[in-house]
């Protein structure tokens, strides 16, 4: 039997992954000693990658499709083998399979609060969490940077790097957003946006890329929390007069409808006591004689108050004098102190009248007689 023959019923011929676990990144393709035979069936699915490590380093990588691992389909193997001599032995190399779908619902969160200053609460602290996306782009740079000699890579060996990065950027994001905390849930898809630019560089570093990035909840310490319920719960309330007297009418409906209890017992004696007085007024007069009922009558409303009196100040010779009451304008007519040429002003006057053009004034001047005529 000639030696090729024996080889080629020895190695395998059929390369190939199928994953079931769903969150592995890099799987390697195991065979004994890593030979694998000339010409044999590598098959790359959809949503995979796969990538030859040749001595230690990385020879090949093949996108889905498949492929004879021959001269004219491994141009840098038949280098690396010297296979354009003719030369078909059974070649020795790692075959990482790497996934290249999207890892979905991984999660983020702030383990720290982020402490911002809110335009209308103040210093606030906040905490965001959400989900992400990731996926491999370049299988080649995600081999060399992160993977290196794993022979099963799962996501969560990079989650927690990628995860860190995010909580960084979001923190950055929100302190530098200016967004007001009862206006941050409207603004969360910008957030998200900013957040996965931030990181995209990095992460391209890595062969990776972050397609999906989601703040799901931007939320208060539970203590502010409380505070804003109340705050919500009062403006719902509105009257808080007529929700003590609603609440109290609903108390006393409720421990009188209590079998057995004492409570309930002493409110209902009491309810039916005032009852008992209201009707018992409503049915005698003021010195305890039996009176029809009457419908009850409003109370009077309270007088109007007083006017204001208006007090006066004059002028005279360049100089003003007062404040005074009409009534001592009265005795200062009557004694010819003031006469109706006099200057008068008062609160709410639109400058300085004559006190005969005032109306309030003018009847201070009817029981004096008026001046004598000219020449007379």
Known sequence: MPIFDFLSGQFIDVIEWTDDTRDTLVYRFERHGHEIKY?????????????????????????????????NNMPIMTTLQHWDHGFKSPFKSEIYFVS??????????????????????????????????IKVSDPAKFMSEIVGTDGEFTRDEIQFQIRNMIVQAASRALAASRIPVLDMAANTDDLGKIVAEQISATITEYGLVVPELYIENVSLPPAVEEALDKRTSMGVIG????????????????AASTPNSGMGAGIGMGMGMGMAHGMAQAATGPWGQATAAAPAVAAPPPPPPPPVEHVWHIAEGGQTTGPFSKAALGRMVTEGKVTRETFVWTQGQDGWMKADDVDELAQLFTVMPPPPPPGV
């Open 39 to 71: 010409g044999a069936k590598l098959t790359v699915r959809e949503g995979q990658a796969a990538v030859f490590i040749h001595e230690g380093q990385l020879a090949d990588v093949f996108m889905p499709g498949l492929y004879m691992l021959e001269t």
């Open 100 to 133: 290249t779908t999207r890892m979905t619902d991984l999660k983020w969160g702030t383990k720290n609060p982020i402490t911002l200053r809110d335009p209308e609460f103040g210093p606030v602290r906040l905490r965001a969490y959400g989900t992400y996306t």
């Open 239 to 254: 009257d808080l007069g007529k929700y003590q007297q609603f609440a109290t009418a609903e108390a006393m409906q409720a």
